[in-house]
């Protein structure tokens, strides 16, 4: 999957069963999986809330999933297939859903990510996170959590 050819798009209903099944297999992988399809076509049809997929050849290689509320945005969920890592993806989705929030007059992310995914962990820290804490056993009762958070007025070198 090669960068120039990624495009950015909202997702529609269609991709609601795509989004659910990459999120089961990369996201909550060992964990009871909880973004259902409907879950995920919830979101797609909420007002305030952005699912954005990154699609090459008509090819589904990422997404993410961003709620906005009054003050704050909150990265629900990102993912990129295994076939489309390397390329970018992740960071072009994270942009362009910081741009938005901009827009929006939205000036901070929250987000949570699976304690011992440092892959993940690392990038975040790339695109501006901080930690702001550990939230023991978030995830099904199993396991734990960091919780990050981005300060969009803050420049970051990403």
């Given at each position: 999957m090669a960068q120039h050819t990624v495009s950015l798009q909202l997702a529609n209903r269609s991709d609601a069963h795509s989004i659910a099944k990459m999120s089961a297999?990369?996201?909550e992988s060992g964990l009871p999986p909880t973004w259902t399809e409907a879950r995920?076509?919830?979101h797609i049809k909420h007002k305030e809330s952005i699912v954005l997929v990154a699609r090459s050849a008509q090819q589904?290689?990422?997404f993410a999933i961003?709620?906005?509320g009054d003050d704050t945005a909150h990265?629900?969920?990102?993912a990129v297939s295994k076939h489309a890592r390397r390329h970018r993806i992740a960071t072009q989705l994270l942009t362009w859903l910081h741009e938005t929030a901009m827009v929006a007059g939205t000036f901070v992310v929250n987000l949570e990510l699976r304690a011992q995914n440092i892959e993940a962990r690392n990038f975040y820290r790339s695109m501006g996170y901080r930690e702001a804490g550990l939230l023991r056993r978030y995830y099904s009762g199993i396991e734990d959590a960091i919780r990050m958070s981005r300060d969009l007025t803050v420049k970051t070198c990403a």
């Open positions: 297999a990369l996201i995920v076509m919830w589904l290689g990422g961003m709620q906005f990265l629900n969920l990102l």
